[in-house]
């Protein structure tokens, strides 16, 4: 079983940065990825990393976001940068079961509860 808990969200205007956090337990050496969800609209993937470093991302956060891991803190992250109002949403960690590099969130096994990202314009 691999609980996640995701912290760092917060609120900023335009421009501005923030670093998302999402402590792992249990069986994380998988795919991990972060979701986000807006008001009115579906789950879309933002980034994953594989087990071996590999990442992919949104075109939407192409050059604004990175996504990485600290295995020995077994810590995911996302740093965001340069930040848009249309970056606000509800962020969520989750995990596969495997090694798959995937922003298809029907791949993800394993779900954070959410952080709260506003973007101020």
């Known amino acids: 079983q691999v609980q996640l808990v995701e912290s760092g969200g917060g609120s900023v205007q335009a421009g501005g940065s923030l670093r998302l956090s999402c402590a792992a337990s249990?069986?994380?050496?998988?795919?991990m990825g972060w979701f986000r969800q807006a008001p009115g609209k579906g789950r879309e993937g933002v980034a994953s990393i594989d087990p071996n470093g590999r990442t992919t991302y949104a075109d939407s956060v192409k050059g604004r976001f990175s996504i990485s891991k600290d295995n020995a803190k077994n810590t995911l992250y996302l740093q965001m940068n340069t930040l848009k109002p249309e970056d606000t949403a509800l962020y969520y960690c989750a995990a596969t079961a495997s090694y798959v590099l995937t922003l298809n969130p029907g791949h993800y096994v394993y779900w954070g509860q959410g952080t709260q990202v506003t973007v101020s314009s």
């Open positions: 249990g069986r994380t050496y998988t795919s």
